[in-house]
């Protein structure tokens, strides 16, 4: 040092760094100083932009201090310096920051928020306009518009619930920022202003200074406050007053674009992601570097709570805190254009509809910048976009989409990997477009296999909604008023231990309910008449979450086969996994049907359905009546089902469901105990139903307390509907991707919603 600088040294330490080494000096006089070294990776060129860059704020912001180079005796800013070794460095000596580090500072305050955004706002003000080629670093993984570099990182996190987030918030980088990056303001910035690069003085009231320009890059303006505020958020408890503060006060220095403030939530979650996606890398690679692991924890908890907040809420804050109008969302429009164009029985949830915009995994999200916690959607199995199947489906539809009277690997694929779920001889596999054109399907398949026309189905069951589905569902048209049952379908007794005629504490129940089945079938073959097929539910569904008592459907299947007739399974609200314990709910009950109907969750939303059956009923079927679907098994629709099984198989989203499933059951169950209204509550996995009465002893259904249960609940952020013969039955069919919290939240706010109702 006294060769280079003449500086005549009292005292070297080492300071922190994650890369360079890092050196304070102090000299004779008391001046302090940073000494950093660089080993031959950086180039010098990067290395004087940065000088350069902290030379230029430091000389137009004096809100707070900068480090700034110190030349050497040959008026360079940097030095080469050879180690005893013959190794040679680059060194940079800087004027040294006092301060404590933001990261000591719990809580942070609005003054020290406003401070840290007016003065980044004033950084970029001052490099606005500046640039050196040595800025244009495309290796950065830390600038933002590098983020889909992170994308393979994603399968180094451990967790299935993180890894989840991260593939979501990078397809929204994908979707919503990437698209809008080519409109926006380019400059060269800091990149990196967080906790560990800000300082404040020793009160801990003033900023003190930033420091660390190592990232400094040229690239989108907007990603330096969004950088910053991803850092901040962390520090409290409500991250969009941190976010409000914090870009209001940067606005005022350096006025954002209302386009640049709508894309700050997803490189807020962008950001984010990175560090997360890093951490787990370095976790693997260096699991002693503490340094790489700082802030994990809270980075994915915040991530978990920016994905329960609409990104309009954060985006709307931030738009009124910068002076911006806020468009208010057009509900009313939409619903007028609805009712004036689509028919009136196509009816809508809650007395207030939803208008939706936006699905995230658990969560759907309003036009007014709500987000709730979606219970009762079980078509999303996997969640709202599921980044996964999403991804899917778009790369397949930008490459091949047609009929399936042609050769493409996608259809044999699926159908394989399909019939591999099932127990043999379910082996044969026909894709449709939904599960009432599934229902509809497998009722072809009986009569050509059977030869017979007759079908039996439970009262209160509902299986779709084509002509042939209405009439097997007695919940739909079996009432006083409406059309009844048309002659070939024969009812039997719903199986319900609750209300039906045999109880719970009746170990026969499930054999005695299995009588009627045969009673049906002897009065059938009394008047010349054969039996095509059983139908049923696994669990019966919109009847009212009806789980079946044991030995049902083993004996029902029994007497239907002993006449000749097939038993078809309905799995299109059951199958894949929502039980918990087994793939498909007739695996509760110890049996193998002969058709098995799909549906809902096949396609995680995309429109897919399948019948699976056995070799003989397909053979049977191909009787000269000709078969074709033209979107059925089409290669989009493929793609979609062949995501869903992946992810079935690799984020142990069964095990969730048992888990979470049984913490839901348990939570429920103790609101039983306090509330004389729930009169049960039943179900397998996530597919549960809460009955509510008026009084026990009476049993008299409270439909209207239901009601009332249901759009209180949705005022709270939760969204949950009702179902059974009298609409008393809270049904909760939530994604099988929720989380503990997701399950304490709804059985904590159902709690509080019923004492406030019951």
């Known amino acids: 040092m006294r060769s280079q600088y003449g500086l005549e040294l009292q005292h070297i330490s080492e300071l922190g760094g994650y890369v360079d080494q890092n050196l304070l000096l102090i000299d004779s006089d008391g001046n302090r100083y940073t000494c950093k070294v660089h080993d031959r990776s950086e180039h010098p060129a990067v290395l004087g932009m940065q000088n350069s860059v ?31 070794n013959g190794q040679s ?59 889909l570099a992170s994308k393979p990182l994603c399968a180094a996190i451990a967790d299935p619930y993180r890894r989840r987030l991260a593939e979501y918030f990078l397809l929204q980088f994908e979707s919503e920022v990437l698209p809008e990056l080519v409109q926006l303001r380019k400059s060269v910035v800091h990149n990196d202003a967080h906790r560990y690069s800000i300082l404040v003085d020793e009160t801990a009231d003033e900023l003190a200074g930033i420091f660390d320009f190592g990232d400094t890059v040229y690239t989108y303006t907007v990603t330096n406050i969004a950088i910053c505020l991803s850092d901040l958020m962390l520090t409290g408890e409500d991250p969009i007053a941190v976010a409000r503060v914090l870009v209001a006060a940067y606005h005022r220095e350096f006025p954002l674009t209302e386009r640049e403030i709508t894309l700050i939530y997803h490189l807020v979650c962008t950001r984010l992601t990175i560090y997360g996606c890093k951490a787990a890398e370095a976790l693997i ?45 057009d509900r009313e429009v939409q619903q007028k254009l609805r009712d004036r164009h689509m028919g009136k029985s196509l009816g809508l949830h809650y007395r207030e509809p939803l208008h939706l915009t936006q699905g995230a995994l658990q969560y759907l999200y309003s036009a007014e910048g709500d987000a709730y916690l979606d219970c009762v959607n079980n078509v999303c199995q996997w969640g709202h976009c599921h980044p996964r199947i999403a991804g899917a489906i778009r790369k397949q539809v930008a490459t091949l989409n047609t009929n399936s009277r042609y050769l493409y690997e996608q259809l044999p694929q699926y159908a394989q990997q399909l019939a591999d779920c099932f127990p043999e001889p379910l082996s044969v596999c026909f894709l449709v477009n939904s599960g009432s054109e599934a229902n509809d399907l497998a009722m072809r398949m009986a009569k050509a296999y059977t030869g017979h026309t007759e079908m039996l189905v439970i009262d209160k069951a509902y299986h779709g909604n084509s002509s042939v589905c209405t009439d097997i569902s007695p919940h739909r048209i079996d009432r006083p008023g409406r059309p009844g049952l048309p002659g070939y379908v024969h009812k039997t007794l719903t199986p319900d231990t609750l209300r039906g005629p045999y109880k719970r504490d009746d170990p026969e129940a499930g054999y005695k309910y299995a009588a009627d089945v045969q009673r049906i079938i002897e009065e059938l073959e009394a008047d010349g008449r054969g039996v095509a097929a059983f139908y049923a539910e696994s669990q019966i569904g919109t009847g009212g979450q009806i789980v079946l008592p044991e030995g049902y459907l083993n004996t029902v299947y029994e007497h239907v086969r002993a006449a000749g007739g097939v038993c078809v399974a309905d799995e299109v609200q059951l199958g894949f996994g929502r039980v918990g314990d087994h793939l498909w709910c007739f695996e509760t009950q110890g049996v193998v049907p002969d058709i098995v109907t799909l549906g809902k969750p096949i396609g995680n939303g995309h429109p897919l359905g399948a019948v699976i059956t056995t070799p003989e009923i397909a053979a049977a079927f191909n009787n000269g009546v000709p078969y074709f679907n033209t979107f059925g098994g089409n290669p989009v629709s493929c793609a979609a089902g062949l995501a869903v099984l992946d992810v079935l198989k690799d984020e142990e989203v069964m095990a969730n469901c048992r888990t979470r499933g049984a913490e839901l059951m348990d939570g429920l169950l103790q609101l039983a105990q306090t509330y004389g209204c729930i009169a049960d509550v039943r179900g397998q996995g996530l597919y549960i139903g809460v009955e509510l009465v008026q009084d026990r002893s009476t049993m008299a259904p409270a439909a209207a307390l239901a009601e009332a249960v249901v759009e209180m609940m949705k005022e709270q952020g939760i969204l949950l509907n009702t179902n059974g013969y009298d609409n008393n039955i809270i049904k909760i069919k939530p994604p099988l991707i929720i989380s503990a919290q997701n399950v304490q939240r709804i059985v904590r706010t159902l709690d509080r919603v019923l004492a406030a109702l019951a």
């Not at 902290?54 to 180690?83: K, Y």
């Not at 404590?100 to 706002?121: F, I, Y």
């Not at 994990?296 to 931030?318: G, I, Q």
């Open 54 to 84: 902290m030379q230029r704020v430091g000389e137009a912001v004096d809100t707070c201090l900068f480090p700034r180079p110190v030349r050497d005796g040959a008026g360079d800013w940097i030095s080469t310096l050879q180690s005893a």
């Open 89 to 147: 460095y680059l060194v940079r000596l800087l004027t040294y920051v006092p301060g404590r580090l933001l990261k000591e500072v719990n809580p942070v305050s609005d003054r020290l928020l406003e401070q840290v955004g007016q003065t980044l706002g004033l950084m970029d003000m001052a490099l606005e306009g500046y640039y050196e080629p040595a800025a244009n670093r495309p290796d950065i993984p830390w600038d933002l518009k590098n983020a």
């Open 285 to 329: 690679a260096q699991p002693d570097n503490q340094h790489a692991q700082l802030k994990a924890e809270e980075v994915w908890n915040l991530l978990d709570r920016l994905l329960a907040t609409n990104p309009l809420a954060l985006t709307n804050a931030l738009l009124e805190a910068c002076g911006f109008t806020v468009a208010a969302p």
